[in-house]
């Protein structure tokens, strides 16, 4: 089974960056979308970003420009740069591995973005 080990999340000011970390263990991590979601108090989960295997990236509108993913297939491990973080990006950042009909969850890291 794939297992997914989140890490990088905080709190940190309006206007500053957080990088977090997904690192795929017993994966077919070569073969597989990776994504970024979120989910905030009171809203439903949203898609971040995704990047496929052949690194075409998808972002969602309200972070374009701000966050940034890339994978490193040495590592497994796939990672969310984010620059200018707002007082709205904070939730549950969650990792997410697709491969034909296998889809995974990581558990999860807190972001806080204080204003």
């Not at 420009?65 to 994978?71: E, H, K, Y």
């Not at 297939?73 to 990672?79: M, P, Q, S």
């Not at 969650?94 to 204003?115: A, E, H, I, P, R």
Request: aromatic share 12%; charged share 15%.
């Amino acid at each position: 089974q794939v297992q997914l080990v989140e890490s990088g999340g905080g709190l940190v000011q309006a206007g500053g960056s957080l990088r977090l970390s997904c690192a795929a263990f017993r994966s077919a991590f070569s073969a597989s979308t990776m994504g970024w979601y979120r989910l905030a108090p009171g809203k439903q989960r949203e898609l971040v970003a995704t990047i496929t295997v052949g690194g075409s990236t998808n972002y969602a509108d309200s972070v374009k420009g701000r966050f940034t993913i890339s994978r490193d297939y040495a590592k497994d491990t796939v990672y969310l740069q984010m620059n200018s973080l707002k007082p709205e990006d904070t939730a549950v950042y969650y990792c997410n591995y697709k491969m034909l009909s296998w889809d995974y969850w990581g558990q999860g890291t807190q972001v806080t973005v204080s204003s």
